[in-house]
DNA sequence: CGGAAATTTGAGACGAATCAATAGCTGTGG
DNA sequence: CCACAGCTATTGATTCGTCTCAAATTTCCG
């Protein structure tokens, strides 16, 4: 169930995160790959970041799953957004800020210090563009809590993730790992486990995805993608002029 | 109903977003008074960012009320936020951008093009943090779409209206000018008006709020915000140390 | 193999949507 | 000054989607 117990060795894990980011902005990869120098590991469930406290430094996912999420003083539950490879956490224009969300590991993370901005050329631009596609995750979720049904959220959050994983060249033909449970899905999508689970199953039926042992299947991306009318995001990942 | 058609001095309005831009970083107020000097009006209903169109130049909003929105083939519409005075509008850090979203005037908007990064100093730092308080609220906007019933979700952002009204200067004891329909309402909550209009009544019962001729009061501030749960957003306004 | 976590199933309750109609308000033009 | 059009707000009746609670089953993992 975790990524990064897989027999893959580490490298490739590394350098599909490079891949993410190098395709961000023109990276000096040899220097991008140096940067990436001392890897850290944190279990499931450990938090990467707590609510409230001061950020240490910013950091890269080099392998595994984290979620921002909140919860109320009642219990309940709410991600903001996942955290794939190739992400960074933490990074924020800043001064001295506090955390605005506790970053939580949905499975074993493997993350490395950020490397710094100004560490390589260009990578000033590829955090900026990094933060602007986050931003356009953050909108994606709220027309998605806001206006979609709960069918329609679930085959939305797949795309979304098997977009992202795509660009971080962790997709196959026969889909991806997909670590999260039917309850992280609710804490995600603002519904209830038991009903995600009712909707996943309809979805089967009806051939829209397969989900077995923790890998996902879409189906038919493009025709799901019509069926719930999800504008792609289409940030430039092409290099600035200049 | 628009908020600018009042008696008030449009000298006083810009101050309101002068004072709002100044607590965010320390700023040389009257180098930023000299930035704000062409100002331009768009109508109610009129677009001032359409989504996949390039941005032109980032603005300040002086006056009105305006909503990043995006419209799903249907015809369903989603809120993503609320822009008020003192807020920017297409400020982002990549290079040649694409509007992930439409920015509609929700009343006639006065704006003025925001001053250059490096036109004042100090400036940087009050976009930086601008730019995260504006993530903070969309972290807030999904929580509330997540995981807060109807009423929750008018109550929590009342609360958040206030708040940022508030650092604008434009609260006083009775409330503060609300612009939005009950549908508007409805659009940023992802509810009917017809609902949205049943909870209001209610909160008008429970004497939790006053809502008259677009004018808009929270009998009490600090229980309402107990009663919601609501963790209230505390980006550091000061100045960073050094 | 055993225990915990995750998924699945069922019955019933509740919150919010839907559809439809009415009433109030605002501005416009005759 | 009134009549009318067009929003906005309000009310009622009904339907539908999702939650809740509870229990059974399956899967995962040590």
Known sequence: MVMISSSAAPENLELAALRRLSRLAPVDQAALAAALGEQRTVRVHRDLIREGQEIVEPRLIVAGWAARSRILPDGRRQFLSFLLPGDLIGM????RPLAVATVVALTD???CVAPPRDAIPHLTDAYATSGAIEEAHLLGHILRLGRLNAQERIGDLFLELHERLDLAGLVSRDGFE????QEMLADALGLTAVHVNRMVQQMR???DVKWKNGRLTLVDPVALTRKIGRASIRVSLDAPAG
Chains 1, 2 share one sequence.
């Open 109 to 111: 993370v493997v993350y």
């Open 92 to 95: 924020c224009r800043q001064p």
């Open 178 to 181: 997909m670590p999260l449970t």
């Open 205 to 207: 039926r009806d051939n």
